[in-house]
């Protein structure tokens, strides 16, 4: 993996790292998050690309979303739409029955709600 960059958070108790990288393979860029030992930059960066855990663009968005006070409404109605979709599969998988029309209507009327909530 090649590193990208690394960012660093100390407390009184440690030193936490992110260590955003790119696949040799594919290509394709991650971020790994990890407590270091704070003694040797470059092990605790290879330490936490190599085994910490997988920090998703989905997580970051999330924390950067909570972070702007600006986005509480959209956050709001993405928990909704998220809620209301699950309990829609919730209660067919508990049917073990095929959809009805209305309930595929439903959930097509969510996942556009859930789709706008997004952007």
Same mark, same amino acid.
């Given at each position: 993996?090649?590193?990208?960059?690394?960012? +660093?958070?100390?407390?009184?108790?440690?030193?936490?790292?992110?260590?955003?990288?790119?696949?040799?393979?594919?290509?394709? %860029?991650?971020?790994?998050?990890?407590?270091?030992?704070?003694?040797?930059? +470059?092990?605790?960066?290879?330490?936490?690309? *190599?085994?910490?855990?997988?920090?998703?663009? *989905?997580?970051?968005?999330?924390?950067?979303?909570?972070?702007?006070?600006?986005?509480?409404?959209?956050?709001? %109605?993405?928990? *909704?739409?998220?809620?209301?979709?699950?309990?829609?599969?919730?209660? +067919?998988?508990?049917?073990?029955?095929?959809?009805?029309?209305?309930?595929?209507?439903?959930?097509?009327?969510?996942? *556009?709600? +859930?789709?706008?909530?997004?952007?």
């Amino acid at each position: 993996m090649k590193i990208i960059d690394d960012i +660093w958070f100390t407390g009184f108790r440690g030193i936490v790292g992110i260590v955003i990288g790119e696949d040799d393979a594919t290509h394709e %860029r991650k971020a790994y998050i990890g407590v270091g030992s704070g003694i040797d930059l +470059w092990k605790d960066v290879k330490t936490i690309a *190599e085994n910490g855990c997988k920090l998703t663009p *989905e997580v970051a968005m999330k924390i950067a979303g909570l972070l702007n006070p600006s986005n509480d409404k959209k956050v709001k %109605r993405l928990r *909704e739409t998220g809620d209301q979709m699950s309990n829609v599969l919730f209660n +067919w998988s508990q049917k073990k029955d095929k959809f009805t029309a209305a309930e595929i209507q439903m959930i097509k009327a969510l996942q *556009e709600q +859930w789709d706008a909530a997004r952007k």
